[in-house]
T-cell receptor, first 115, second 113 residues
Framework: KAGVTQTPRYLIKTRGQQVTLSCSPI?????VSWYQQTPGQGLQFLFE???????NKGNFPGRFSGRQFSNSRSEMNVSTLELGDSALYLC??????????????FGPGTRLTVL | AQSVTQLDSQVPVFEEAPVELRCNYS??????LFWYVQYPNQGLQLLLK??????LVKGINGFEAEFNKSQTSFHLRKPSVHISDTAEYFC???????????FGTGTSLTVIP
């Protein structure tokens, strides 16, 4: 089975631009979660989608948004980029939406650099 | 609210020596507990998890962890480390009801030949 794939792997943007990141979960997985990883803050939860519905949301400003499609692929969007948005964005997928029913599998991440 | 504290940001250890990576958590509700490993330029890989039952859990690559409810700790141990264990290790908790994970800031384990 193919793992979680994220595209693109690397992105360079400038302040004020917007960006869209994509995540394809493992086939059959219906839950997709997004995390931001930075050296100072570590891994922080952004949001989780299950069957096209946002189930949980972390403490991030409204500039961060996401969606999930009927094939479980997910996108996250960041508008009006700031320097502090530079980070590794990780996507994780699992079969169901509770940790007891299945493991979360992480993708390799998208490295976003904001200049 | 939930929080996870990894007490050591960096841990150097000689090859074949034992290692313990410490993790403490705070939560007002019951949580599940996890340890993940991240190798350079890769995503996170699950080492082990505690959902319920025996407080000593065994994971991949010879790692194990013990859940201590009274001390709210979930320390990771390995009796003999290898060079290939050099990586970043993350402790995490999740709510029982959803895939919302709270991670510690990570411990960088460096195994010295």
């Amino acid at each position: 089975k193919a793992g979680v794939t994220q595209t693109p792997r690397y992105l360079i943007k400038t302040r004020g631009q917007q960006v869209t990141l994509s995540c394809s979960p493992i086939s059959g997985h219906r839950s997709v979660s997004w995390y931001q990883q930075t050296p100072g803050q570590g891994l922080q939860f952004l949001f989780e989608y299950f069957s096209e519905t946002q189930r949980n949301k972390g403490n991030f400003p409204g500039r961060f948004s996401g969606r999930q499609f009927s094939n479980s692929r997910s996108e996250m969007n960041v508008s009006t980029l700031e320097l502090g948005d530079s980070a590794l964005y990780l996507c994780a997928s699992s079969l169901f939406s509770t940790p007891s029913t299945g493991e979360q599998f992480f993708g390799p991440g998208t490295r976003l650099t904001v200049l | 609210a939930q929080s996870v504290t990894q007490l050591d940001s960096q841990v150097p250890v000689f090859e074949e020596a034992p290692v313990e990576l410490r993790c403490n958590y705070s939560s007002s509700v019951s949580v599940y507990l996890f340890w993940y490993v991240q190798y350079p330029n890769q995503g996170l890989q699950l080492l082990l998890k505690y959902l319920s039952g025996s407080t000593l859990v065994k994971g991949i690559n010879g790692f194990e962890a013990e859940f201590n409810k009274s001390q709210t700790s979930f320390h990771l141990r390995k009796p003999s480390v290898h060079i290939s264990d050099t990586a970043e290790y993350f402790c995490a908790v999740s709510l029982l009801t959803g895939n919302q994970f709270y991670f510690g800031t990570g411990t960088s384990l460096t195994v010295i030949p």
